[in-house]
Each structure stands twice: as C-alpha cells, then as structure tokens.
C-alpha cells in the first residue's frame, strides 16, 4: 500500500503528507489460506495486543464469523 502511495501522489504531484486515504488495488487469487490481522485487541482495544486470525480459502467465512480461526 505504500509504495502505490508513494507512486500515485508523486506521478500526481501531491504533497505525500496531505493524504487522508489510500486505495489498494490487487490480482485477485484462490488462496488456500486467508488471513486478518488486528493491531489492537478488537475485543478490549489494547494496543499492546496483536492479534491473527487464519481459515482456509479465501477468509470471507471467518470475516463474517461463520468459522472459528485456526490457531
């Protein structure tokens, strides 16, 4: 994400610190293995706690909480 960043707002010549938002733009996959990654406890919040979470395919099921991750 950043180096499109980086890309996009020098080929557009804009101040790379007056960005609010990016977009990521990536080749879609079947992967056997998805996963998420939470920089903060999603449950408490702490920011001490990083927390990953992986299912098999593409990760919607364990997006939408219709599986439980594999640890």
Do not use: C, W
Not at 43 to 56: E, M, T
């Amino acid at each position: 994400m950043i180096l499109l960043e980086i890309a996009g707002t020098h080929y557009l010549q804009i101040e790379h610190e007056k960005v609010y938002m990016s977009v990521v733009i990536q080749k879609m996959i079947i992967p056997e293995v998805s996963g998420i990654m939470f920089t903060a406890d999603p449950v408490s919040g702490n920011r001490g706690i990083i927390s990953i979470d992986a299912s098999y395919g593409l990760g919607e099921a364990l997006v939408s909480g219709l599986v439980s991750p594999g640890y």
